[in-house]
């Protein structure tokens, strides 16, 4: 289908100022490289507040990327080349955005170690004026719009302070303040809170400026520093911290001043913890807890942390400290103790040093009654303020630590009086999401294939969800866990009256007393519903008169849509055979905008009103997109080795015929066929490319898999066979003969095992692939620093056990271990700063494949990690990909890499 060529041609002159010229007939060519840097992705778009203006970031393949705002209801389009991150005034009248470098001028600026600075941009959108402001490193919009803080960046000494400056926006004119080192808006007033920094501290302190009467006035001011400036959402209350030390401890404490009713010029009250009785004297306040008000201004949380004594500062103390040292030749020993006690493996614990550092306890300032109370202690990990400040909860985890070591954590919850402290266990043991009502009077959780609602007051808990007839957990969950998780929680109703949780299709409203009724019908057609927030700010879904908006995706077809529920009934608002997400509200009025696309479709958003009957295109990505010839893709089913239905994605050569066969790439991870529905750019850069496969005249299949508990090299291998099957029985043109496979990571794990296991392919490659289960379950995942441990028994390669358990198990599916029956041509990319995979799986493999005299090609790529950052890499690894499968797929003469060795020197030379 097409939707494109009407507003793809008018845009497309907008853009170029060159008429479109009439449609011809012509033989269309498959995109080739050459073409590839005008492909365009779209961003994220926004409304404005009365939903007129629709602005959307493009990134381009060549990095030429742009800003386009549209007239929604026109084909007018304002174009920025490198705007980014759009934000429009509350009253409409302006888009501001930033301005960022082309990377020609970010190259040269980095060259000569120059900083590389954003302008600000602003246009009117009554006039269609367009200003820029050089070098503003951040701004907000002020009352409305009426006003904007444009905050510069700081001198290149490094300083931390900048000059903030504030625009009128009616009259256009500028006040400018130095050395501001944060700043913030009321939320709906003209007010401007900002904190000095200056040279020496000499004039620091809380300054606030009236933007309407250009009024400034200072609310506190001391030679120190101030962080934390918070406003009350939608009051004139002000909170700020106020740094301060003392001779006999060690850091910084903080004193907490908060103003209410500022615009009465109400005085501040204060919280010093030395003068506090409430605050032990070991105890300070921290900077690095957020300040929170409570919702009715009563009260204010911050953190406090244990106060360290000073250290004492003798000179004969560190005289003699020296000597000891000289004498100890082991006291500049660098080394690290590892126990196997420790809850966290070192590197964990050095990633969360700074955390670890950081932690302090929840606290809150009862401001009227002049009492502060601390809420948690070390027993107790992430509090947090539910319902507007009335209530707090916090989680113990020591019960399961050890359990938690390996993947399979848990936690008791605990609710907590924010005015007295009491402390009361309201869930015990829970691995799975839970959620405190919006009033927090209540928890939901999830256990023992039921919700639960737990009373916060009393603790009393009670099922209600025994009048539900389908199953809460999922079913296809498929990791070797204890108890499969829900299919999810969309939230609490207004008045905390239920709950609204889903099954595979529908979604289900559950009573407090343990009523239940279905809200939707998806389970016949089999249509999963899912509930879609359009306010950022909701705190509860509105089922008593409000549109509450469903989305909806064919299990089977992947055709997907937006339905409306309202007073009790469901109304399909748009249903398509296309991917449509995205969906957005303008604040201000009843238009709404959401993005399709296809695979043979590029993405572009539709604008509407709220009955959704005459969606308009206002976007048109790629318009030259249709000169191409191109590929389309469709779904087939099959069914696994354990008799399970499953389908998967197949996309078609750009230039097909079906009186001919072609080869096919299969590329896999595990879910696949969604991507049927997903446009893909063609780019050299993004190497594992099924819109440059197919214009090179493959087939592409991509298949769902599952996988069984310890045998997950096993289990893909031969859903891999049975999907195959099905795509040749499809009998569309697909050479059996000539099939390659490719995955990366958990993908390059399958591609690396199955060419030990199955004759079906021609050629595989493997990127960052694991190759030996069990060497591989001793190490490290560095890129979040915890054991390998967890993540094999119960994370993505579903072991179950240690390999101690079963070590068959470990071994038959380890590609290592397999290597006598690798026959299969293989290439697999390792890159060694890769801080997923150990890149030594990868040279493991060659070893073992070399000593077997496998037929297999390792790439090695310096200073890189598990995906390709350096351009000139990936497009090495996407050509030599090509190539791999050009010549073994479709008999094209073979690269010098590819037909021998190539020694070490002639590779240098090369370079």
């Known amino acids: 289908m097409s939707r494109r060529a009407p507003v793809a041609l008018t845009i497309l002159a907008l853009l170029t100022g060159i008429a479109p010229l009439a449609a011809q007939e012509s033989p269309k060519r498959p995109v080739s490289p050459e073409d590839y840097g005008k492909w365009e992705s779209l961003g994220a778009g926004r409304l404005s507040p009365d939903g007129s203006w629709l602005a959307v970031s493009i990134s381009r393949v060549n990095e030429e990327n742009e800003l386009r705002i549209h007239r929604v209801d026109g084909d007018s389009v304002i174009v920025v080349p490198y705007g980014a991150d759009p934000v429009f005034s509350d009253n409409g009248a302006w888009v501001a955005y930033a301005i960022g470098k082309s990377s020609e001028e970010r190259e040269s600026l980095e060259e000569d170690d120059e900083p590389v600075r954003n302008d600000l941009g602003l246009v009117s959108l009554e006039t269609g004026e367009q200003t820029m402001v050089k070098e503003v490193q951040r701004f907000s919009f002020g009352a409305g719009g009426d006003y904007l803080s444009m905050t510069r960046y700081p001198a290149e000494d490094g300083g931390s302070t900048a000059s903030l400056v504030v625009r009128d926006m009616k009259r256009g004119t500028d006040v400018s303040f130095g050395s501001v080192a944060s700043s913030a808006w009321q939320d709906e007033g003209t007010l401007l809170a900002f904190t000095v920094h200056a040279d020496g501290d000499v004039g620091n ?100 942390k244990e106060w360290e004594p000073a250290e004492v500062d003798e000179a004969e103390d560190d005289e003699a400290e020296d000597d000891e040292a000289d004498e100890d030749p082991t006291a500049d020993a660098e080394v690290e103790i590892w126990n196997t006690a420790d809850r966290r493996v070192m590197p964990e614990q050095k990633r969360d040093s700074i955390r670890d550092e950081q932690r302090n306890d929840l606290a809150v300032w009862h401001l009227d009654e002049g009492r502060a109370v601390i809420l948690t202690d070390e027993t107790l990990d992430r509090p947090t303020i539910q319902a507007g400040g009335r209530v707090v909860t916090a989680v113990d985890d020591d019960p399961y630590a050890f359990d938690g070591m390996f993947g399979r954590g848990a936690e008791d919850v605990y ?48 099922v209600i969800s025994s009048s539900v007839d389908t199953d809460l957990n999922n079913v296809d969950y498929d990791h070797p866990v204890a108890e499969k998780p829900p299919y999810g929680l969309a939230g609490w109703t207004e008045d905390d009256r239920g709950v609204l949780v889903y099954d595979k299709y529908d979604l289900w409203l559950l009573g407090l007393e343990g009523s239940a009724e279905k809200l939707t019908d998806g389970a016949p057609n089999q249509i999963t519903h899912r509930y879609v927030s359009i306010d950022p700010d909701e705190d509860a879904i509105d089922l008593s008169g409000g549109d509450v908006y469903l989305s909806l995706r064919g299990e089977w077809t992947l055709n997907h849509g937006y339905a409306r529920l309202r007073a009790g009934r469901v109304e399909e608002l748009v249903y398509q055979d296309d991917n449509v997400g995205r969906l957005i509200k303008a604040d201000d009025a009843d238009v709404f905008a959401y993005v399709a696309q296809d695979f043979d479709d590029p993405p572009d958003y539709f604008v509407t009103d709220r009955s959704f009957r005459s969606p308009r295109q206002v976007t048109a990505v790629n318009p030259f997109h249709t000169d191409y010839a191109w590929g389309h893709s469709e779904l087939v089913q099959y069914t696994n080795h354990r008799g399970r239905k499953l389908h998967g994605a197949l996309f078609y050569p750009a230039d097909y015929d079906p009186s001919m066969s072609y080869p096919m790439i299969t590329y896999i991870y595990e879910i696949r066929s969604q991507s049927a529905k997903q446009y893909a750019v063609p780019s050299e850069r993004r ?52 099939i390659g496979l490719i995955g990366h990571s958990w993908g390059g794990y399958q591609a690396a095992f199955a060419a030990t296991n199955t004759d079906v392919f021609a050629a595989v490659v493997a990127g960052a692939a694991l190759t030996n289960l069990v060497s591989m379950y001793g190490s490290i995942f560095w890129s979040s620093s915890a054991a390998e441990t967890g993540h094999f028994e119960v994370g993505q390669e579903r072991m179950e056990v240690p390999y101690w ?36 799986q990868g040279i493991e493999y060659f070893n073992v494949a070399r000593r077997a005299g496998k037929p297999l090609v390792m790439l090695a790529y310096h200073d890189e990690g598990h995906g390709l950052r350096k351009k000139p890499n990936q497009i090495d690894y996407h050509r030599r990909i090509l190539q791999w499968f050009g010549h073994h797929l479709k008999g094209e003469e073979a690269p010098d890499w590819i037909k021998a060795p190539v020694p070490y020197l002639d590779q240098r030379k090369e370079r």
């Not at 071994?811 to 030594?840: G, H, K």
């Open 687 to 738: 190497y594992y490319n099924w819109a440059v496969w197919t214009a090179q005249g493959y087939f592409v299949w991509q298949p769902d898999i599952v996988f069984d508990t310890r045998d997950p090299g096993i289990s893909s291998t031969r859903t891999m066979e049975a999907s195959i099957e099905a795509v040749v029985a499809h009998d569309v043109g697909v050479d059996p003969e000539h």
């Open 805 to 840: 358990e079963d070590l068959d198990a470990y071994v038959r599916n380890s590609a290592v271990y397999n290597i006598e029956t690798l026959d299969t041509p293989l290439l697999i990319e390792v890159a060694d700063a890769d801080r997923n995979v150990d890149w030594r």
């Open 415 to 462: 609710r907590i009086d924010v005015q007295t402290g009491e402390r009361l266990k309201v869930v015990e043991r829970t691995s799975f999401p839970w959620r405190v009502s919006p009033e927090g009077d209540f928890l939901v959780h999830f256990g023992d294939g039921a919700y639960w609602t737990v009373d916060l007051a009393s603790g009393a808990a009670r």
């Open 205 to 304: 302190g809380v300054q606030l400026y009236d933007a309407r009467s250009g009024r400034v006035r200072t609310l506190d001011g001391e030679a120190t520093k101030y962080a934390q400036l918070t406003w009350r959402d939608e009051a004139d209350d002000l909170a700020v911290l106020r740094s301060f030390t003392d001779d006999a401890h060690a850091d910084t404490s903080h004193v907490v001043l908060a103003w209410r009713g500022l615009e009465d010029r109400g005085r501040p009250s204060t919280l010093d913890p030395i003068a506090s009785s409430d605050i032990p004297d070991d105890r300070r306040i921290v900077s690095y807890r957020d300040l929170t008000w409570s919702d009715d201004g009563m009260a204010l949380f911050f953190g406090v």
